[in-house]
C-alpha cells in the first residue's frame, strides 16, 4: 500500500525517475486511492504527459474509472492538458482497434438485437420504451434528427434510413421531398404502427420490414443514407459501414446516430475518432458537426427512464462522403 500511494505521489508531481523505480520495485499501477483516483489519472489531471506515457507503457488501464465515472483523459480534456490528453487519445484509440473493449463491455450490459425484435415497446408521446423501461427513442432528439435530415437530403434524390423507430427522421426526411424515401424497419410492432400512421401509403416511401442484415438484397443505390438502430452495436455499425461503397452512390452523404459511449465525454471522443479512422479505410471522410444538447436535456426529460443514454452536452453529428467527392 506505501509504495502504492508513493506511485500516485510520483505522478501527481511528475516525477519520472522516482515513478520508474516504484514501477521496478513492483508498485501497483492500477492502484486507487482513497480519492478514487489511479496514478494514471494523477498525471492526466496534472498534466505531466511524459509520466502519463510511461504508466501507459507499463499498461496502465487507460479506459478505469473514478467512482465520479471519469477516466484519466477526462481529467487531462477537462484540465486543458493537450499534450496528455493526446498521448491517452491515442492509447484508446489503439486499444479498441485491436481490443474493442469498451464496446464488448456495452454489449454485454444490453440486451442483444433478436431479444430487442422479440421484445414488448410502448409509444408515449415523447419516448418509444422497451418492456425494461429503456428508451428506444425519444422527442428530445428531434433536432438532432432534423439536422441528420438535412445533412443526407442535401444531394436530393433517393434517401435510405435504416430504422424508423418514432419517425423522427422520416417526418424530417420527407419535408425534402426526396425522390424515393426507403425505410428499413425490423421491430414488428414499429413496423405495424407505421402502417398505422399511413407511411405504407405515402407516394414516394418504401418500407422494407426486416434486419437490414437480412435485407440488403432489397436495397438499392442511394443519394444519402441515414443509420440509426436499437439493441445493436458497434460491431454492428463497423459491419454496415462495409456495406456503404454498395449503397451510398458517388457523392452521397452518409450520416449515423452518434451515441457511441454517450455517458462518457472521453470515450466518446475515442470512438468519434475511431470510426472516423475507420471510415477513412474505407474511402470516406468523416465531418462531425458539433450541436449543443445541454438545454435539451432537462431532468425531467428521463423520468420513467431506467438508463440514461446520452449525458453529454455537446452531440457531434456526423456527416460523410467519399473521400474522392471531397477533393
Same mark, same amino acid.
Given at each position: 500500500?506505501?509504495?502504492?500511494?508513493?506511485?500516485?505521489?510520483?505522478?501527481?508531481n511528475?516525477?519520472?525517475?522516482?515513478?520508474? @523505480?516504484?514501477?521496478?520495485?513492483g508498485?501497483?499501477?492500477?492502484?486507487?486511492?482513497q480519492?478514487?483516483?489511479?496514478p494514471?489519472?494523477h498525471?492526466?489531471?496534472?498534466?505531466?504527459?511524459?509520466?502519463?506515457?510511461?504508466?501507459?507503457?507499463?499498461?496502465?488501464p487507460?479506459?478505469?474509472?473514478?467512482?465520479?465515472?471519469?477516466?484519466?483523459g477526462?481529467?487531462?480534456?477537462?484540465?486543458?492538458?493537450?499534450?496528455?490528453?493526446?498521448?491517452?487519445?491515442n492509447?484508446?484509440?489503439?486499444?479498441?482497434?485491436?481490443?474493442g473493449?469498451? @464496446?464488448?463491455?456495452?454489449?454485454?450490459?444490453? @440486451?442483444?438485437?433478436?431479444?430487442?425484435?422479440?421484445?414488448?415497446?410502448?409509444?408515449?408521446?415523447?419516448?418509444?420504451?422497451?418492456?425494461?423501461?429503456?428508451?428506444?427513442?425519444?422527442?428530445?432528439e428531434?433536432?438532432?434528427?432534423?439536422?441528420?435530415?438535412?445533412?443526407?437530403?442535401?444531394?436530393?434524390?433517393?434517401?435510405?434510413?435504416?430504422?424508423?423507430?418514432?419517425?423522427?427522421?422520416?417526418?424530417?426526411?420527407?419535408?425534402?421531398?426526396?425522390t424515393?424515401?426507403?425505410?428499413?424497419?425490423?421491430?414488428p410492432?414499429?413496423?405495424?404502427?407505421?402502417?398505422?400512421?399511413?407511411?405504407?401509403?405515402?407516394?414516394?416511401?418504401?418500407?422494407?420490414?426486416?434486419?437490414?442484415?437480412?435485407?440488403?438484397?432489397?436495397?438499392?443505390?442511394?443519394?444519402?443514407?441515414?443509420?440509426?438502430?436499437?439493441?445493436?452495436?458497434?460491431?454492428?455499425?463497423?459491419?454496415?459501414?462495409?456495406?456503404?461503397?454498395?449503397?451510398?452512390?458517388?457523392?452521397?452523404?452518409?450520416?449515423?446516430?452518434?451515441?457511441?459511449?454517450?455517458?462518457?465525454?472521453?470515450?466518446?471522443?475515442?470512438y468519434?475518432?475511431?470510426?472516423?479512422?475507420?471510415?477513412?479505410?474505407?474511402?470516406?471522410?468523416?465531418?462531425?458537426?458539433p450541436?449543443?444538447?445541454?438545454?435539451?436535456?432537462?431532468?425531467?426529460?428521463?423520468?420513467?427512464?431506467?438508463?440514461k443514454?446520452?449525458?453529454?452536452?455537446?452531440?457531434?453529428?456526423?456527416?460523410?462522403?467519399?473521400?474522392?467527392d471531397?477533393?
Amino acid at each position: 500500500m506505501e509504495n502504492e500511494e508513493l506511485l500516485c505521489e510520483a505522478a501527481r508531481n511528475g516525477d519520472i525517475d522516482k515513478l520508474k @523505480a516504484l514501477l521496478d520495485a513492483g508498485a501497483d499501477f492500477t492502484y486507487f486511492d482513497q480519492g478514487g483516483l489511479t496514478p494514471l489519472m494523477h498525471a492526466a489531471k496534472h498534466g505531466h504527459a511524459e509520466v502519463v506515457q510511461c504508466l501507459l507503457d507499463a499498461s496502465a488501464p487507460w479506459n478505469a474509472l473514478s467512482p465520479s465515472n471519469l477516466s484519466a483523459g477526462d481529467f487531462a480534456m477537462d484540465a486543458g492538458h493537450q499534450d496528455a490528453f493526446d498521448i491517452l487519445l491515442n492509447a484508446g484509440i489503439q486499444a479498441e482497434l485491436i481490443l474493442g473493449t469498451i @464496446a464488448r463491455k456495452e454489449n454485454e450490459n444490453g @440486451a442483444i438485437n433478436g431479444e430487442y425484435l422479440e421484445d414488448r415497446v410502448s409509444f408515449s408521446e415523447d419516448k418509444l420504451m422497451d418492456s425494461n423501461s429503456k428508451a428506444v427513442m425519444m422527442e428530445w432528439e428531434k433536432p438532432l434528427m432534423e439536422a441528420h435530415a438535412k445533412a443526407v437530403c442535401s444531394a436530393g434524390g433517393h434517401i435510405l434510413n435504416i430504422g424508423f423507430g418514432m419517425g423522427l427522421v422520416d417526418t424530417a426526411i420527407q419535408q425534402y421531398k426526396p425522390t424515393s424515401h426507403t425505410i428499413v424497419e425490423a421491430h414488428p410492432e414499429v413496423y405495424k404502427r407505421m402502417l398505422s400512421l399511413g407511411w405504407g401509403e405515402k407516394e414516394n416511401v418504401k418500407i422494407v420490414f426486416g434486419r437490414w442484415q437480412d435485407v440488403l438484397d432489397q436495397l438499392e443505390s442511394y443519394d444519402g443514407i441515414f443509420f440509426d438502430t436499437y439493441g445493436e452495436y458497434y460491431e454492428d455499425l463497423r459491419e454496415f459501414h462495409q456495406q456503404l461503397p454498395k449503397l451510398l452512390k458517388p457523392g452521397g452523404i452518409y450520416s449515423f446516430f452518434n451515441g457511441l459511449c454517450g455517458g462518457n465525454p472521453f470515450f466518446h471522443v475515442v470512438y468519434c475518432q475511431l470510426v472516423s479512422l475507420e471510415l477513412e479505410s474505407l474511402g470516406y471522410s468523416t465531418q462531425l458537426i458539433p450541436l449543443p444538447v445541454k438545454d435539451c436535456l432537462a431532468e425531467k426529460i428521463w423520468e420513467g427512464v431506467k438508463q440514461k443514454y446520452w449525458q453529454l452536452d455537446t452531440y457531434y453529428l456526423p456527416v460523410c462522403q467519399s473521400l474522392e467527392d471531397c477533393e
